[in-house]
């Protein structure tokens, strides 16, 4: 029997947070603005109505604050869920994440497991003004000891976020701020799957696209519109960027010949350039042509006006399948 | 609390504020009335931009009213030679420095970044990344005091340096880091705290244990706190203690205490979390209607204030038709300035975008 609900990615984030907070009284919620007004964008909306000041409050504005008292309530034997706002201001905490956070647990030799979970809105397309857009996640899979995930639909939403919670390892939870109110089927009774497995979301058997996040609604519309064409496109959704299922990568090249990797992050020393990497390393000869990469340019997330140039959109999808494609 | 206009309007200077009320013993009939015309124009500037953000010509707007006091007095306070460094709420500061005010509105439009050249407007970008342009003021300071341009008693070149932030943003390690760089190197610095009560949603009453005025003081970084409500008050204070600054006496804390009439942004809603009779409270506190009173106590008459209200309709119109006539930006300006010499990697992805627009309508997909 399964019980399925009708959930905004933003509401199932929400329900994920609540059902591990009934669940586990040592969980505790904190960052900017949080409590009463529910989050910028109101994920933790109601919260502190249901749990009180002891459960979920507001922090000082300093991220770097958040961060690290979360390790310390870590060590207490709480398990913070802290909110970093905006993706662009994490980067006060950058310090306490890569230094602390991440290392903590080797350095203890396994004595100091970190219960950590840092929730970060992220990525563009919102006409935002400087610093709300950004794609800073190929810095945190790039730090050994942090897992790092990213849910695009509201039952991954609603699962991978309680999972992030029951890890003993920190982890890095971005969600796509512009996907927050897009709604789908939330499964309350069974988990789909593993937080670190990549997902088929569309069997195919030309290309192979890859992607992860805000990026996902994008790679499935250019394959619509390509079957529509007679191109037909396999969409995997990445769900993890540490660790990276290469498998389920690996095992739909076999099929294809020919991958994609598409993300609203720019390219350069990217999650892309690393499934790229690896992808040539052990698929070589089932390559049909280059791994491709479609990525936001490497300029500074542009203002407003421009970011529909910058963002990848179905076209600039559809105009590297036609590349791949003509191998 | 230094007040030299009481909220009734009444004008006043209590002893121990002397030293403040000589600034405004200088100042003219002239001087009010540029006061009062600013801070009418910083209101209508933000009404019409809240209007234009309502029928999305802007991306965002951040309002600044009930902060008409604190920004115009104390932009007014600021020398001619000095640097500023705001957050991005001084559209008052910038008003009292000659900004062109589209070059505001155009970033909250979302045509570009910012875009104003800092060194020719002394008004450096707005930072939008909470309190890391109180450590850019630092630096600033300390290079002007390496170059000997601090305690000659030359008032055409010695300079002094102001930092505007809010009371949300003495949270952040960057604004503690400031205090001590500063203290300890004596900088020209003035640091200008307005607290507006209110960090989004968060209180003032929850983001400190300490007076704000007081939080430098352990670094060694005086304070005081000033009616930032009070236009005379925050001339005179600011004016005052870079004065002060300029001929060497260190670094400086002020904090105005006014108070955030309107929503963070235009994307907040302050009816989640704040009292509609809190907001009252200070509404009835509005700081033109204080200077509006008190410029008819001197005898201004009627005809001064239509000659505003006629300048704030024009004001509107301008920025309105202006607004309205701002081009879409192109393309390349993504990728020209992110270097000053040629870079491989995005020459080649501009190169790219461009043939790939060119041909888009023929030879692109779908
Ligand atoms: C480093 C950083 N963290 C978080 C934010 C998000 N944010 C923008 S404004 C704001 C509140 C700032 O309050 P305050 O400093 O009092 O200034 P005010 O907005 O009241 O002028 C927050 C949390 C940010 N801009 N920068
Ligand atoms: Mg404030």
């Known amino acids: 029997m399964s019980n399925f609900v009708e959930l905004s990615i933003a509401k199932a984030i929400n329900a994920g947070l609540r059902k591990a907070m009934q669940e586990d009284e040592k969980v505790i919620l904190f960052g900017e603005d949080v409590a009463q007004l529910g989050g910028v964008f109101r994920v933790t909306e109601g919260i502190h109505a249901e749990f009180g000041d002891s459960r979920i409050f507001n922090s000082p504005i300093a991220e770097s604050g958040i961060v690290g008292t979360a390790i310390g309530l870590a060590m207490r034997g709480y398990r913070p869920v802290a909110e970093i706002q905006f993706d662009g201001f994490i980067f006060p905490a950058f310090n306490q994440i890569t230094t602390q956070l991440a290392k903590m647990q080797n350095r203890s030799e396994g004595f100091t497991p970190m219960p950590v979970v840092i929730r970060v809105p992220y990525g563009g397309g919102i006409g935002a003004v400087e610093h709300h857009s950004e794609s800073p996640e190929a810095y945190f899979a790039h730090t050994a000891g942090l897992r790092v995930i990213t849910p695009s639909n509201p039952n991954d939403a609603y699962w991978m976020i309680q999972q992030a919670i029951k890890s003993n390892d920190p982890v890095m939870f971005f969600e796509p701020k512009k996907r927050y109110w897009q709604k789908g089927p939330v499964n309350l009774d069974e988990p789909p799957m593993g937080p670190h497995q990549a997902r088929v979301l569309q069997e195919g058997a030309q290309v192979t696209i890859a992607t992860y996040g805000p990026m996902t609604a994008v790679a499935l519309q250019a394959a619509e519109i390509a079957a529509s064409e007679g191109t037909s496109i396999e969409v995997i959704d990445l769900r993890s960027l540490s660790p990276i299922d290469f498998d389920t990568i690996i095992n739909s090249v076999k099929k294809t010949g020919r991958l994609i990797v598409a993300s609203e992050a720019s390219t350069f020393v990217s999650i892309s350039s690393e499934i790229a990497a690896r ?49 | 609390m230094v007040q030299l206009l009481s909220p009734e309007g009444e004008y006043g200077v209590p002893k121990e504020w002397a030293e403040y009320g000589k600034y405004i013993d200088r100042l003219t009939e002239a001087d009010f009335l540029k ?128 930092s505007y932030f809010g009371d949300g943003a003495t949270a952040e390690g960057d604004v503690s880091e400031s205090f001590l760089f500063a203290a300890i190197n004596n900088s020209p610095l003035v640091f200008f705290c307005q607290n507006n009560q209110w960090a989004i949603s968060s209180s003032v009453a929850s983001q400190t244990k300490v007076p704000l005025f007081q939080r430098g003081e352990g670094f060694g970084v005086p304070g005081i706190r000033i009616d930032g409500n009070d236009v005379l008050a925050s001339y005179a204070a600011t004016a005052k203690h870079m004065d002060d600054a300029r001929e060497g006496a260190g670094p400086y804390m002020i904090e105005a205490l006014t108070y955030r009439i309107g929503a963070h942004t235009t994307s907040d809603d302050p009816t989640k979390y704040r009292d509609s009779a809190e907001v009252e409270y200070w509404k009835a506190r509005d700081p033109l209607i204080r200077f509006e009173t008190f410029l008819r106590r001197q005898g201004i008459g009627q005809d001064f204030f239509d000659e505003v209200a006629e300048a704030g309709e024009k004001l509107s119109t301008e920025i309105r038709e202006a607004t309205f006539a701002l081009p879409q930006p192109p393309t390349e300006n993504m990728f020209k300035y992110v270097y000053s010499e040629p870079h491989p990697l995005i020459d080649e992805q501009l190169d790219w975008l461009k043939r790939y627009e060119a041909g888009f309508g023929e030879a692109g997909h779908a």
């Open chain 1, 279 to 327: 992808v040539a390393e052990k698929a070589f000869y089932h390559l049909e042509a280059p791994v491709l990469r479609v990525g936001g340019f490497d300029v500074p997330y542009p203002a407003a006006k421009l970011e529909e140039v910058f963002l990848p959109d179905a076209d600039r999808i559809l105009e590297a399948v036609d590349r791949v494609l003509s191998y």
């Open chain 2, 35 to 162: 006061f009062y015309r600013d801070m009418a124009r910083m209101r209508r500037f933000d009404r019409e931009a809240e209007a234009l953000q309502r029928q999305g010509q802007l991306g965002l707007w951040v309002p600044a009213i009930g902060q008409e006091a604190a920004q115009i007095g104390s932009g007014y306070g600021v020398g001619h030679n000095d640097h500023i460094f705001p957050s991005y709420r001084e559209h008052g500061v910038a008003i009292t420095h000659g900004i062109d005010l589209m070059s505001i509105l155009k970033m909250l439009r979302g045509v570009n970044h910012g875009g104003w050249d800092p060194v020719e407007t002394r008004f450096h970008l707005y930072a939008i990344v909470l309190g890391s342009q109180v450590l850019h003021a630092t630096g600033y300071a300390m290079g002007v005091k390496m170059d000997g341009k601090v305690g000659n008693g030359d008032l055409e070149n010695d300079l002094a340096v102001i």
